[in-house]
């Protein structure tokens, strides 16, 4: 065979990948290894990698031997050569491979096997690596020189990579075998680790050695992360582990903090994966490492930089998290009072917290861990806690800090960062409130005491940001709800910082008046029990309306207000509604502001005690939404398409907010009808043609237009959920609209509107509504519905084109019953209920997923069940039998003909499913239609009778003697178990199964 060597460092060509997997690979592979090119020679290496990977299973044992002593006698020339280790890591990888090829008792003794062939300079067979006459593999190591130190510990670092790859995903005698293998090297491995630091290897060639002491620390912290795996719990695997973490723990503080850094970052890796390798001992260890003057070196460079955390932090921390337990229970210790202050440390360096300080961040998950672990101690059984007054101390002080470092920085400072540290900040801030909600049931009222006391402090030196970050903590307990704590709010809320507030000749931060408006919202259930300090507190919200950064969040916290002090609110009615006309007037007035506005005074109009009030009130605001409709109008007029539509579009927004303000009350409804006449009767109905008039003034828009709009769609989703708003309700109310208002609407409807599928979904709630067994029946605007429904349903030619409106339309039909089923069955002529009948058919049979189970549903409807419909198939006959079948017979005329057309096509696909067709799993949901269809009268039989004789009958091999037994034994009237049997046995037959046992 002849080939050609590429010289250079691309990848072979399409050939040479032939050639390199081919029979002759393992050839090709000691060619390359021995060319004067390192490029070629890494490629012979690789070659011997790929064959190892593909073909090494089908080694023989002499072969097997022969690869091993070829590539370690590979190893060993090319460490001679010297030139450079890229060859060096591929031939200790390729050999890793070797070793971990699964082979029964191979390489149990391949590690001292490696360091042998180094020393003697030659390969050293396995018989002779474990002869008995050599001495322990420790005596030896020391004889090794720092280049054959460095490839030991690459190729121990490459047999674990390799080991713990069959760790997961093999047999499990495969990982039992690799385990043992590593179990069986593990002395020689250590062996190799403990003199990288011993003392006399220190001694030799002192910071010469620390990159390779570097190294074996790296490489060690692998084999004890495969350790935590293989052998967690077993003490004789783990004994030889731990003995190397002392020497390796007295290196550490020899080091400078630069190349500290990565021996600290595996230390801490240590620490954060398996904290419960290190005994009680290595902890102390390490305790007085990190506290003696090298350690405290370092803390005080990371708090003299704390943008660039350097990796001794992470170890202070990942140590402070394993020895939580003594921190949390044993706070006089000197341990807790050490790590404790250098902990606390980390939360009081200079700069702005993740854009300076990066220490103060990290810091944070300690301190959660800490809160977490105390309300676990605390709360775990009713034993005296001596030890919570120094825990809660910790946790006081450390809150102490981090609002300093919560502050929001100078302007100049915030924007002249990145986007990414300017996100990192917020969400450092929003990390501390997390801290504080968590913090709260420790601290319980000492921590809101605190909250509001800086805050005050804070207000009368008129130090606006330390007032926001109080404020905004205040917002991160949220103790609203909580009674117990209103002496403390009153002094808040009583105090005067929202009078304050409202002084436009103070220089307020926007950052604070913001907070202070969210805060307001957060508070709303303190202001229903203190309704004395509400007036202030919406005075600051009305007047922050004008402010662009602060009117969404304002009318946001006007609408949760007004909302939840309502009643108490009626007397300032006319004052909002002034408020509100001023408002009109500002550049704030937006869609959302003025929907949530408009929303709250609605909610204050509802708790109006005279009706009569209350609908004069409410048809002032629905002239606002109509004076929007007017001018949106006028821009249509001038041919202002974009501002038109954006004016009808807030306008049926505001719509909303005021429906959803005129809700009862969920815990307080009105549902003893008192007045309901009303709005149904009197003078409240001019109320009600007001608001279709307002619906009919924003349609008008879409008509007028001499283009379509693009913003139609969301003006039609939020009409339909002011229909919805109604639909709840459960007396009669201003937006509890007849129902011939919601026909009307929909007579409007065509296939091409706009959110067709949501004007639906309102339908569904509109027909639920009007379904509960108190309802009245509504019968003439049901038929009505279902008239332009089907013209609807017409104009879509094909259900997979339009599969959400076709399952909408579906779901719709769905509704009609149980209480209008005569109304579905009666109102159309024959042809269109046909067309509909058959249009929910074809859905069944459609590959969308959504009108194919709309249409199962529909089916489904007339008969309740618990079952869940698992597939599409037992949904079809189960669904239809449910129509056909459960109803009594002759309920109509119109069923009877239904029952007449579905029927044989029902009992053709029935007899085809237990035939054979349907699964084993899926055989008993067509049982029970089954017996249904055919115990249904004399006709019903026939049709089964018909489908087990037709000419496509899926199992010809049954003998027609079997077909008539089946049928006989179906109509006999048993149960339903024993007819599962029958089922199953006539399936068995079909299937080809019957006598041989098979029992599924």
């Known amino acids: 065979m002849s080939f050609t060597v590429a010289q250079a460092v691309a990848p072979p060509s399409l050939p040479e990948e032939v050639e390199q997997h081919s029979p002759e690979g393992w050839n090709i592979a000691h060619f390359l290894l021995d060319r004067p090119s390192s490029q070629v020679r890494y490629f012979g290496a690789l070659t011997f990698q790929i064959n190892l990977n593909t073909k090494g299973a089908t080694l023989n044992d002499e072969d097997l031997v022969s690869l091993g002593t070829r590539l370690m006698q590979g190893i060993i020339v090319e460490l001679n050569r010297g030139e450079g280790t ?14 971990a090829l699964e082979r029964p ?26 002869s008995p006459s050599l001495p322990p593999l420790s005596t030896l190591t020391s004889n090794l020189n720092q280049s054959q130190i460095s490839i030991c510990l690459q190729y121990l670092g490459a047999l674990k990579e390799e080991s713990s790859t069959k760790m997961s995903g093999y047999a499990a005698e495969t990982t039992a ?63 030889p582990l731990r003995e190397l973490l002392s020497p390796a723990l007295a290196w550490l503080p020899t080091l400078s903090a630069e190349e500290a850094s990565e021996p600290n970052q595996i230390f801490t890796d ?58 949390v229970t044993k706070p006089d210790s000197p341990m807790t009072t050490q790590i404790m202050a250098m902990i606390h440390s980390l939360t009081t360096c200079n700069g702005v917290a993740a854009i300076e300080d990066r220490c103060v961040v990290d810091s944070l998950e300690f301190w959660n861990a800490f809160v977490e672990h105390v309300v676990d101690c605390e709360f775990e059984d ?155 507190a919406l005075e600051f919200l009305f007047a922050s309306l004008s402010n662009t950064a602060l009117a969404q969040k304002a009318s946001k916290s006007i609408a949760s207000l007004c909302s939840s002090c309502r009643s108490s609110l009626t007397n300032k009615l006319v004052t909002f509604i002034e408020s509100y006309q001023k408002f009109l007037q500002w550049p704030t007035a937006s869609q959302y502001t003025k929907e949530r506005v408009l929303g709250g005074v609605a909610a204050v109009v509802q708790a109006l005690p005279n009706q009569v009030d ?165 019968k003439i605007e049901v038929g009505q519905l279902l008239q332009r429904l089907i013209v609807v349903l017409k104009a879509i030619q094909d259900p997979r084109s339009e599969a959400e409106i076709s399952s909408g339309l579906i779901e719709v039909l769905t509704r009609f019953m149980p209480k209008y089923t005569d109304v579905l069955l009666e109102t159309l002529g024959q042809e269109d209920l046909s067309y509909l009948l058959n249009f929910t058919v074809q859905c069944l049979i459609v590959p969308e997923y959504l009108p194919k189970r709309k249409a199962a549903e529909f089916w489904v409807s007339s008969a309740p069940t618990s079952r869940n419909v698992r597939n599409f198939i037992t949904n079809i006959f189960f669904s239809m039998q449910a129509v056909l079948i459960s109803l009594p017979q002759s309920s109509s005329p119109h069923l009877d003909e239904v029952v007449t057309y579905f029927g044989p096509l029902l009992a053709h696909n029935l007899i085809n499913q237990v035939s054979g067709n349907a699964t084993r799993t899926d055989l008993d949901w067509f049982t029970e239609p089954l017996r249904s269809f055919i115990r249904r009268d004399v006709q019903t039989k026939k049709w089964i009778e018909m489908a087990l004789t037709s000419s496509d009958f899926p199992a010809p091999n049954v003998s027609m003697e079997i077909r008539r037994k089946f049928l006989k034994s179906l109509s006999v009237g048993n149960s339903l178990v024993v007819t599962k049997r029958v089922v199953l046995s006539y399936w068995n037959e079909c299937k080809g199964l019957a006598g041989t046992g098979y029992a599924p």
């Open 86 to 99: 890229l060859v060096l890591r591929k031939l200790c990888s390729t050999y890793a491979v070797y070793c």
């Open 105 to 130: 008792d191979h390489a149990e003794s391949c590690v001292k096997q490696f360091v042998l062939s180094l020393l003697q300079g030659r390969p050293v067979s396995a018989a002779d690596a474990t």
């Open 177 to 239: 075998r690799i385990i043992h293998r590593m179990k069986m090297n593990l002395q020689d491995a250590m062996a190799i680790f403990s003199e990288c630091f011993s003392v006399a290897n220190n001694q030799l060639l002192g910071q010469e050695g620390t990159p390779t002491r570097s190294q074996a620390l790296a490489t060690y912290a692998e084999w004890v992360f495969f350790a935590q795996k293989a052998w967690q719990g077993s003490e004789e695997s783990l004994s």
């Open 270 to 327: 240590l620490l954060s994966s398996f904290g419960m390798f290190l005994r009680a001992d290595h902890l102390s260890t390490l305790l007085k490492i990190l506290t003696d003057p090298w350690g405290m070196d370092q803390l005080h460079a990371a708090l003299q930089d704390p943008d660039d955390v350097p990796s001794f932090v992470a170890l202070v921390l990942a140590f402070a998290d394993v020895t939580m337990e003594d921190l």
């Open 382 to 536: 009713d034993s005296p806690k001596p030890w919570l007054a120094r825990a809660q101390g910790h946790i006081a002080r450390a809150c102490q800090a981090l609002w300093v470092k919560m502050r929001w920085p100078p302007v100049e400072v915030y924007q002249n960062v990145d986007q990414d540290r300017q996100k990192e900040f917020r969400q450092f801030r929003a990390d501390v409130a997390d801290l504080l909600g968590s913090a709260y049931p420790v601290l319980r009222s000492e921590l809101p005491k605190a909250i509001v006391h800086g805050c005050l402090d804070a207000l009368n030196r008129l130090a606006w940001l330390e007032v926001e970050v109080f404020l905004f903590s205040m917002n991160a307990i949220s103790i609203g709800e909580k009674e117990t704590e209103d002496p403390i709010l009153v002094e808040l809320f009583g105090s005067s910082l929202y009078v304050r507030l409202q002084h436009t000749d103070l220089i307020i931060p926007a950052h604070t008046r913001r907070t202070a408006v969210e805060l307001l919202g957060q508070y709303a259930t303190f202001f229903e029990r203190h309704q004395v300090y509400l007036p202030p």
């Open 614 to 778: 209350q609908a004069d009130q409410l048809s002032m605001l629905l002239d606002f939404v109509q004076d929007d409709i007017r001018v949106a109008l006028n821009r249509l007029g001038d041919r202002q398409f974009e501002a038109a539509q954006v004016e009808v579009a807030t306008a049926m927004s505001c719509l909303l907010g005021i429906a959803k303000g005129l809700e009862e009350p969920k815990d307080n409804p009105d549902t003893d009808g008192k007045g309901a006449d009303f709005w149904t009767t009197g003078a409240g109905v001019s109320v009600q043609e007001q608001i279709y008039k307002t619906i009919e003034m924003a349609l008008q828009i879409f008509q007028d237009s001499p283009t379509p709009l693009e913003l139609h769609g969301d003006i039609i989703e939020s009409i339909c959920a002011v229909f919805k708003s109604g639909f709840s309700e459960a007396v009669p109310g201003a937006f509890v609209l007849p129902p011939r208002v919601t026909v009307e609407f929909f007579t409007t409807v065509t296939a091409q509107t706009p959110r067709l599928e949501v004007i639906l979904n309102m339908l569904c709630a509109f027909l639920r509504s009007h379904s509960t067994p108190n309802s009245p029946l509504i």
